[in-house]
């Protein structure tokens, strides 16, 4: 294939298939890779476009993340994630996410009153919750749960309604917290504790989670704004599994509260969301500094089906600039708990060490990612590992909502519904159980 330029408003790419050749516009973004626009493809050539896992296909055209993986660079909107995290809140990024840009002071606080006003659950669907086994994993409880909202907000559920849109939208980002602090305290046991407007974001998500009615709770305001800026970290990540799945989901006109649970679905794999979770698990497992050559050596065999959780990403070749945020964030935390010398940081530390200055990890760029030091900080906050993801959800919330959105509303969006190059039977005839060998 050749890039040529055949006029100066429209540069073509050529592709030569079975002696024939045809022309695909190559369309630019504002800054970023040039795609080929392979649409007219099938009908030209007869032939797919075949690549699984999408390493080189754009699904949509754009607006709200970009990544320069090689760079190491993560912009919302076009603000670098580092001063988003360092000088934003959670709320505004949400804001900046859902509308395009900084709210100024009015805007602001219309919008935190709009979501703070939808914290609360519909009290039915409290019920759901002893339906599900004490041992559930929160992320089970999660799917069915946030499914279960478009069986009662009926009045958001218009998909070509804007109104209705930003209405599902809001609920989604107020609700869901609640709905995963339920899931939480279900699962050990304790009562539900009810949102609090007076609260911010992560401050009213820290007291649903480890307040209990019989005393008081207060926050810490070093705990609360760490937390708030992990939320920040995990907002949006432009067309990752999940995202990708909230879109496929929507673009068949589901409502979005199914969307959104289709996508908490994907989020729990290891290879994404659950990997905070995975790494984690990975370094109790390790336990000590010692140990570390011997699964640096496992993660380097094919053999062994072990891969360094927290390592490695589909985008970035670089260093994640999260994974930069939320170290320094993880040692805020545990300078601000007094667990500086917790022995799973060192370990983190020591392998991160080891394993970018390894062969393998570097020629393959290898590096960490978010989820390498979230684990360790959030368990120092007090969650339990089965609540990793499920925090990853609350914050991503944002991201699948404004990604949908914007899917809607563009006017190129179609059913997605990708080909495939079929390898089994061609066609034959049935034949009766009497005939079969
Ligand atoms: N440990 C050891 N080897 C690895 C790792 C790892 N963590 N990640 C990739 N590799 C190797 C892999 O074996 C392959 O080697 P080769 O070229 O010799 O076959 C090469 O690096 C490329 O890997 P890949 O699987 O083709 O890359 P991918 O883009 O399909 O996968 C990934 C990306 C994130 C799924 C993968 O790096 C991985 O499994 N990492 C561990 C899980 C993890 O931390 N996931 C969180 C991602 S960030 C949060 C999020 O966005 O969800």
């Known amino acids: 294939m050749s890039s040529a330029k055949t006029d100066i408003a429209t540069p073509m790419a050529n592709l030569k298939v079975n002696g024939k050749t045809v022309d695909m516009p190559v369309r630019s973004g504002t800054v970023g890779p040039d795609v080929i626009d392979v649409g007219r493809l099938y009908k030209e050539t007869g032939c797919f476009n075949y690549d699984p896992g999408f390493t080189s296909t754009a699904n949509c055209s754009s607006r709200i993340t970009y990544i320069d993986g090689d760079a190491g660079m993560l912009l919302h909107r076009g603000y670098p994630i580092d001063q988003l995290a360092e000088q934003s809140n959670f709320l505004e990024v949400c804001y900046l996410l859902l509308h395009g840009e900084l709210p100024n002071a009015a805007e602001y606080e219309e919008f935190m009153l709009g979501i703070t006003r939808h914290t609360m659950l519909h009290e039915q669907m409290t019920r759901f919750y002893t339906g599900f086994r004490r041992d559930a994993h929160p992320m089970a409880v999660m799917c069915g749960v946030v499914g279960a909202l478009s069986a009662f907000y009926h009045d958001s559920t218009d998909i070509n309604d804007p109104e209705q849109r930003t209405i599902a939208a809001r609920r989604l980002i107020a609700k869901m917290p609640t709905i995963a602090a339920m899931a939480y305290k279900y699962s050990v046991g304790q ?79 290891p290879a994404h969301g659950g990997a905070n979770e995975a790494a984690l698990n990975m370094l109790n497992e390790i336990g000590t500094v010692d140990r570390i050559p011997e699964y640096i050596k496992k993660a380097k065999d094919k053999t062994s089906g072990f891969r360094l959780m927290g390592f490695g990403h589909r985008v970035y070749k670089n260093y994640d600039p999260r994974a930069k945020v939320m170290q320094k964030t993880c040692h805020e935390v545990l300078d601000a708990l007094g667990t500086r010398d917790e022995p799973l940081l060192q370990v983190a530390m020591e392998l991160e060490r080891i394993a970018l200055e390894d062969d393998y990890f570097v020629e393959k760029k290898l590096y960490p990612n978010i989820d390498f030091y979230s684990g360790i900080t959030l368990r120092a906050i007090g969650f339990p590992v089965e609540m990793f993801t499920v925090l990853f959800a609350v914050a991503r919330t944002v991201g699948w909502v404004a990604q949908w959105k914007e899917m809607i509303e563009d006017p190129e969006q179609r059913i997605g519904r990708p080909r495939q190059l079929y390898i089994g039977a061609p066609v034959r005839n049935y034949v009766p159980f009497s005939n079969r060998g």
Do not use: K
């Open 191 to 269: 009562p539900f504790i009810y949102p609090r407007n007076d609260l911010d974001f992560s401050a009213n998500f820290l007291q649903m989670c480890f307040a209990v009615p019989c005393g008081p709770y207060t926050v810490d305001p070093v705990i609360s704004r760490a937390l708030d800026r992990i939320f920040i970290l995990h907002a949006d990540h432009e067309q990752n599994a999940s995202t990708s799945t909230v879109r496929l989901a929507g673009s068949s006109g589901a409502n979005p509260f199914a969307c959104i649970a289709a996508g908490i679905a994907c989020l729990w794999g």
